[in-house]
Each structure stands twice: as C-alpha cells, then as structure tokens.
C-alpha cells in the first residue's frame, strides 16, 4: 500500500516532507500565542482586582477616620462620672451650662502628662479640655485643660462675699459661679471655714471650682468648770478662752487637745471628723474633788475657806490639796488653820469656846465610811449622837425690848444652842419680821439668807441667829426670841463695825 502511496505522489510531483515540517510549525506558533494571551488576560484581570482593592480600604479608612474625629470641643469642669450609665455631666465655662456626655471604650482619656488614664483617674472638680460628637454627645478625647491651673493643699484662703474675691497667699482673684465641692456633695461658698484644706483651680485669674480635701467639724468642751477663764488649745489651733459649753471650729484629723488654769493643766487626744460634732470632758483632766461635811459651833458661826465665805448647811466640794479655813464669831475665839481635802469624804468638827473661858478651840477630823457614817457612836437608827460636844453656854435675854433705838441697853451678844424648837421653827403666816437696821447688809436667819435690810420676812417664831454680813465690815451675829404675840415684830440693831 505504502508503495502505491508513494507512487501517487511521484505521479503528482508532490513533497510531503516540507509540507508536514510546515505544519509542525504553525502549530507549535499558535500554541506560543495562546499561551501569551491567557497570560495577558490574567495580568489585566489582576491589576484590575488590585486597583478596585485599593480604592475600596481607601473608603474605609476615610470611615473611620471621620469617625473617631469630634466636632466640637469645649472647657468644662467635671461635676460627675457615671461609669455605670457611662456618662459624664459637665458644666461648660464658656457656654455657662451643663452638659452630659457619653464616653466609650474608644474615648481617649489622657493626664496632663499625655498618658492614657482610665476614667476612674477622673477627678470632680477638673478643669478639662473635651472634644466630641455633637451627634452623639461622644466624647472622643479628654486631657486636663493646658489654660487652667490648679493649687493643691490651700489652707490660708481668704473670701470676701461682698466683692466676690479670693485671697491665696499673697494673689487676688475673683470668681463667679465656682463649683464648690465637700466629700463628693455640692455646697456653697458660705459653708467654707478657714480651717478647710482645699485644691484650687482656675483661668487666668478666675477661680471656677474649689475641692475641699480636708474638711472641719466642731468640738464641745463639757464638764470644764475647774477650767473656766482659763485656755485650751486643739492641736495647732490658736489658744482660746475656756467658756461653758464652748464649741470650737477644727480641721479635721487627729490632735492633742490641751486645757490649763494656771494652777493644773491637762492633755487628751481627740478625733474630728469632717462635718460632725464631738464631745470633749474636761472633767477627767481637771483636779479632783472631795467633799466636807463641817460641824460646826457654835450655830451662826462664819466659815472662810481660802478667804471666802462658804455655806456649810450642806457638804461642801472642795479640790483636793490643803486649803486654808477660818472660823470666827463675835464673842468666841476664831480658829485659823488648814485643811487637807483627798477624795475621801471627810468630817470636820470645829467648836470654838468663848473669849473669856480657858478652852482652846476644838477641831477633830474623821473620815467618812462608804456608807455615809464617820465612824463616831451612834445609835441603833444610825444617827450619831454629839450632844456631849455641843453643849455651850449662853445668855439668855427674854425681855429684851426689840423696837427700841440702839444704844447702850443692847447686850453685846446672845448666843442659843441649837435646840429642838431652832430646829422645827413655826411660821406665823400672818405677820413680818422688819429688819431696819444695819443697813445695806446681807441677813441670815438660821444660816439662811432672807435679804438685804432693810427689808422684811415671814415671821418666824422662837429663838433665833440673826447675822448680818456686809463687805468691809465685821460679821455680826445675835441670837433672839420672837414672841407669838400677834403683831409684826421690829428690829433694829447697832451699825456694823468697819474693817480694821
């Protein structure tokens, strides 16, 4: 067959070597051209994908720039954080209103250092610089406002409410509507004491917010009558005049609180906390007392006790230390000597004789039992008996003539024991006892003051002392007898005798 083949193509003068090498060629020359168009089309295909990538991140970040960016940006003083609602309320200075902002996880809270802070690092009362979305009320950025300045630890601050003007130190500065905080409460200018330590902050010179860091509260001083006219000083505090009941302004904190009369003094420490009152007893810092019970005789004689005249019908309460007393009656001898007064309650018996007799006076001390006893006989009741010691002498003038003029009738003294009758007197409600003269003194009956004479009083029946005291004069005492007689009863006695 091949040779048929071949025969044909002689026959027809055709090669087939060339022909096939030709064909061999276009083909492998097609296949170089496709391969250079895919390759074409899938770099167009590329750049075309790479361009439209390009413009769409583009758009995006223009997006979120615009986003994160404010609109507004104002200078506010914080008033309040609500990280729970998570808002902020503000007052804007210069619009002179509040506002409340929101703030994200996105706001920028920066110091006045540029460092990032979180917003528990938010003080009430700051100054700040605050840009946001007006939209949203975003708040995108908050830094510490760099106009505003701010004074830490003020303590020598100076208003005058008149003139709205603050003195620190030696500056001026005024101010309008501050923005006055107190442990997280809003109060105002008025409520501010000297003692408060503040942080103070402001514009220029305008204060626009005041944060007290260290308030004031009040003590009372109680129980302070050892220390009456004297001082007391609470901890740096200026020194002050002790007064009943007296109440002092002070800074908050711990102190010595120290209080002195010149002849004692004595030092606590105390706590003042902010806004509140305490209660401080000078009672334990003073001297101690003791009490007295004085016996004395006879009735009607006078008690000195350091140079005063004291009441003994009750017991007396004395400081305890020595004390110097006096005793003294016109007639009898008067007795000088001192007393040592401890804790202990105490008895003092004193009985002075007369001017004429030989006795010495008789003085004798007992210190009393906690039941109240002193330790001398008594009888089944409990009552101690002295009527062996009070047994004295005396005058007795029955039908002395009461209404007649001073003169010499006038014995110069009558003196009564202290009897039944003295003790149970009867009043005759109907009538007076007049005292007419010495005029100008004081009027005892019994120990028990009736007045200034002249002057007058119910009538009392029975014997009686009558002594009249007067300043710069001598005490004088008489004893005497009113009479039921149905009458108003006259007295008038001789002048008192002046000092020597």
């Known amino acids: 067959m091949m040779d048929n083949l071949k025969n044909k193509n002689r026959k027809f003068g055709i090669k087939v070597g060339p022909i096939m090498s030709l064909l061999i060629g276009l083909s492998f020359f097609t296949f170089i051209l496709f391969v250079a168009f895919m390759e074409t089309g899938k770099n167009k295909k590329s750049s075309a994908r790479q361009n439209f990538g390009s413009q769409s991140s583009g758009a995006e970040e223009d997006d979120l720039a615009n986003y994160n960016k404010p609109d507004k940006n104002i200078t506010a003083i914080v008033l309040e954080t609500d990280k729970?609602?998570?808002?902020?309320?503000?007052?804007?200075?210069?619009?002179?209103?509040?506002?409340?902002?929101?703030?994200?996880g996105a706001s920028n809270f920066l110091d006045k250092y540029g460092q990032a802070i979180s917003v528990d690092q938010v003080e009430?009362?700051?100054?700040?610089?605050?840009?946001?979305?007006?939209?949203?009320?975003k708040i995108i950025e908050f830094k510490p406002s760099s106009k505003a300045w701010e004074y830490v630890g003020v303590n020598n601050m100076t208003i005058n409410m008149t003139d709205k003007t603050i003195k620190i130190a030696k500056s001026n500065y005024v101010y309008d509507t501050p923005v006055v905080i107190d442990n997280d409460?809003?109060?105002t200018m008025e409520e501010l004491a000297i003692q408060d330590e503040l942080t103070v902050r402001g514009i220029d010179k305008t204060i626009w917010s005041i944060v007290v860091t260290k308030g004031h509260g009040t003590v009372r001083l109680t129980d302070c009558d050892a220390f009456l006219g004297g001082s007391v000083s609470i901890g740096y505090e200026s020194v002050q005049e002790i007064t009943e009941n007296?109440?002092?302004?002070?800074?908050?904190?711990?102190?010595?609180?120290?209080a002195e009369n010149g002849e004692f003094s004595g030092t606590k420490n105390i706590t003042v906390y902010r806004n509140r009152e305490t209660v401080v007893s000078l009672g334990d810092l003073?001297?101690?007392?003791?009490?007295?019970?004085?016996?004395?005789?006879p009735f009607g004689a006078d008690l000195f006790i350091d140079g005063k005249l004291t009441s003994y019908a009750n017991p007396v309460k004395l400081i305890c230390g020595e004390h110097s007393i006096e005793v003294s009656l016109g007639g009898y001898a008067t007795y000088r000597g001192s007393l040592k007064v401890d804790s202990a309650g105490k008895e003092v018996q004193i009985i002075l004789p007369e001017l004429h007799s030989n006795e010495n006076v008789s003085v004798v001390e007992n210190e009393e039992n906690p039941d109240g006893n002193t330790g001398e006989n008594s009888d089944?009741?409990?009552?101690?008996?002295?009527?062996?010691?009070?047994?004295?002498?005396?005058?007795?003038?029955n039908n002395w003539d009461l209404e007649q003029e001073p003169g010499e009738g006038y014995p110069e003294e009558i003196y009564v024991p202290a009897d039944e009758e003295s003790m149970n007197p009867v009043v005759d409600e109907e009538h007076l006892i007049y005292i007419q003269n010495p005029k100008g003194a004081s009027v005892y009956l019994n120990g028990e003051y009736k007045g200034i004479s002249p002057g007058s009083f119910k009538k009392v029946l029975g014997r009686h002392v009558l002594t009249f005291i007067k300043q710069g004069y001598q005490t004088k005492s008489y004893t005497i007898d009113i009479y039921d007689d149905g009458l108003d009863t006259y007295i008038s006695l001789p002048d008192l005798v002046p000092d020597k």
Request: avoid cysteine; hydrophobic fraction near 30%; aromatic fraction near 12%.
């Open 84 to 104: 729970t609602n998570k808002t902020i309320r503000l007052y804007n200075i210069n619009g002179k209103e509040e506002i409340v902002l929101n703030f994200t």
């Open 124 to 137: 009430a009362g700051l100054i700040a610089d605050i840009g946001y979305q007006s939209i949203k009320n």
């Open 185 to 187: 409460k809003f109060i």
């Open 246 to 258: 007296m109440t002092v302004i002070v800074r908050e904190g711990n102190y010595n609180l120290t």
């Open 286 to 297: 003073g001297p101690k007392y003791g009490q007295v019970t004085f016996d004395i005789a």
């Open 380 to 397: 089944e009741n409990g009552n101690t008996d002295k009527s062996s010691d009070k047994d004295s002498d005396y005058i007795e003038y």
